[in-house]
């Protein structure tokens, strides 16, 4: 089963525009990782935030991350056509094992 | 280039026949994972490798389904008896304790 929850599943922007999307989760993690995937194509991996950290920038990728709230949000700023892919979040639980638990993906189509 | 190498990238087969993927991480790692994507969907846990010994088996994988990593570098996933419901992307990852995975191109089976 799936842990995460997505939000928005589908986003369509225009190029310049800033994409926001949410990810919720339901158990304890030891950090939360977001994916970007192409059509057909494997997973990419964009950043990796730890359970002790709140924010992390990667070039034009924001990441803030809530425990409280079991939610986080991955901002990609001033959009490129390029960015055209679907997004993932992924968890990787506290407790051992290490597998990663990914969500249902937002589609982002970036229009130039 | 991730790293993570999977044969074939496409494979069609009829229903009822056996078929096996093959992921070849290119340098040597001790966690090797498999997970199954279908359509609109993110990735789901398979199964995973520490070296040559399987830890972990999702529910999802069914007495049809059998995974092998010999020698703790290649692994295959094999399929029995396929049925139209196995249609999916297949996909191998590598990932070290607590880090950020990499993953293979994929193979995208399609059961006819």
């Known amino acids: 089963s799936q842990q995460g929850e997505e939000d928005p599943q589908a986003l369509s922007i225009q190029e310049g525009e800033n994409a926001t999307m949410n990810c919720s989760y339901k158990?304890?993690?030891?950090?939360l990782q977001w994916y970007r995937q192409n059509s057909g194509r494997g997973l990419v991996h964009l950043i990796l935030?730890?359970?002790?950290?709140r924010e992390k920038h990667s070039g034009r990728l924001r990441v803030t991350l809530d425990t409280s709230k079991k939610s986080s949000s991955l901002l990609i700023t001033a959009s490129r056509a390029a960015d055209t892919a679907s997004y993932f979040c992924?968890?990787?639980?506290?407790?051992?094992?290490?597998?990663?638990?990914f969500g249902g993906g937002t589609r982002v189509l970036v229009k130039p | 280039d991730t790293g993570v190498s999977q044969n074939p990238r496409h494979k069609i087969t009829k229903r009822g026949q056996n078929v096996t993927f093959r992921c070849d991480p290119i340098s040597e790692h001790n966690r090797l994972y498999w997970y199954r994507q279908t359509l609109g969907q993110g990735p789901e846990f398979l199964t995973y490798f520490q070296n040559e010994a399987q830890l972990e088996k999702s529910r999802l994988l069914s007495d049809r389904f059998s995974a092998e990593r010999p020698k703790g570098s290649f692994s295959t996933l094999e399929i029995q008896r396929t049925e139209q419901g196995d249609s999916a992307m297949y996909l191998c990852?590598?990932?070290?304790?607590?880090?950020?995975?990499?993953f293979g191109q994929g193979t995208r089976l399609t059961v006819v």
């Open positions: 158990t304890s993690i030891n950090n």
């Open positions: 990852a590598i990932m070290g304790l607590y880090t950020e995975a990499f």
């Open positions: 935030i730890r359970s002790n950290e």
């Open positions: 992924a968890t990787a639980p506290g407790a051992a094992g290490n597998k990663l638990t």
